[in-house]
């Protein structure tokens, strides 16, 4: 993967109530050129907003390519870095504890777009500043406001 495209992939989940409306925004950089991506469910958890997050990212690509991402979602970092992801799938989408795994539609679906790509994770503290960061948590909170049918200041009633 030498002479594949380097992408910063910067990816947030938000949800009001857990479940409830929720939304998620990432943003692909590559070199000086930069694309935001968001959208919102009316009904869904903040971890599947996380999660959909990135692999809306990931299918924004239309070749392979080494993908740095940065996430605040410790449960995405760890299901794909720890390889708890990949565990559950060979084990029929069970834990250890022979409970089942949450989101095995969406672990499934991910892992098949980073097998397509060199992804790395990076976990970043959420709500620390990081300028990226703060940016997809404000596009998660339009796309979840937007779900749940809030309306913004300035529309028209």
Partial sequence: MTNFKTIDLYCD????GNPGPGGWGAILRYGT????????EAQTTNNRMELTAL???LRALKEPC?????TDSEYMANGINKGWARGWRRNGW???DKKPALNPDLWEALLDEI??????IHWVRGHSGHPENERCDKLAV????Q???FRNQGDEI
Avoid: F, I, Y
Wanted: glycine share 14%; with cysteine.
């Fill in 142 to 145: 339009q796309a979840r406001d």
């Fill in 115 to 120: 097998d397509r790509h060199d992804v790395t």
């Fill in 66 to 70: 080494r993908v740095r991402v940065w």
């Fill in 13 to 16: 989940g938000a949800c009001a």
């Fill in 55 to 57: 692999l809306e990212g």
């Fill in 94 to 96: 069970r834990k250890s």
């Fill in 33 to 40: 050129r930069e694309k935001e991506l968001s959208g919102g």
């Fill in 147 to 149: 779900a749940a049918g």
